[in-house]
């Protein structure tokens, strides 16, 4: 398996927020019925998916990527998994097992795509100081 460098990394990451923007908030219906879910929690979790895939490609395709947003956009898919678990853990009496399989997947790979951000975040240069 290749490794991914942090630019690429982010481009994976917005490109699959930016597929999770589109299929929540233009597909809320379906997924919501696919998933068991409540259409304003869809609804939501879509629209959280386009700024996140923003500052992602923002930083991917900064000449010198800022080590702080990087470790940010980290932190925010540690955030994101738990608030995935936490909807498993809310609605799982109503989710269709398909549901719950997609909301634990994806935050297993969200999870990941957080670990390799956060690795390379700690890959660059700290911020000079100024005086």
Do not use: Y
């Not at 379906?30 to 998916?49: E, F, M, Q, Y």
């Not at 634990?104 to 390379?120: D, F, R, S």
């Amino acid at each position: 398996m290749p490794s991914f460098n942090l630019k690429t990394t982010l481009i994976v990451d917005a490109v699959t927020c930016t597929a999770l923007f589109l299929l929540c908030v233009f597909a809320t219906v379906t997924v919501a019925a696919l998933l068991g879910l409540p259409s304003d929690v869809v609804t939501v979790a879509g629209w959280i998916g386009l700024p996140s895939a923003a500052l992602m490609l923002l930083v991917a395709f900064q000449k010198e990527p800022s080590k702080g947003l990087a470790n940010l956009i980290a932190v925010g898919n540690l955030g994101w998994v738990a608030a995935s678990f936490a909807v498993i853990a809310i609605f799982a009496a109503q989710m269709t097992w398909l549901g719950i399989v997609v909301v634990a997947v994806q935050a297993l790979v969200v999870l990941e795509m957080a670990l390799l951000e956060a690795k390379g975040a700690a890959a660059l240069p700290r911020p000079a100081a100024t005086a």
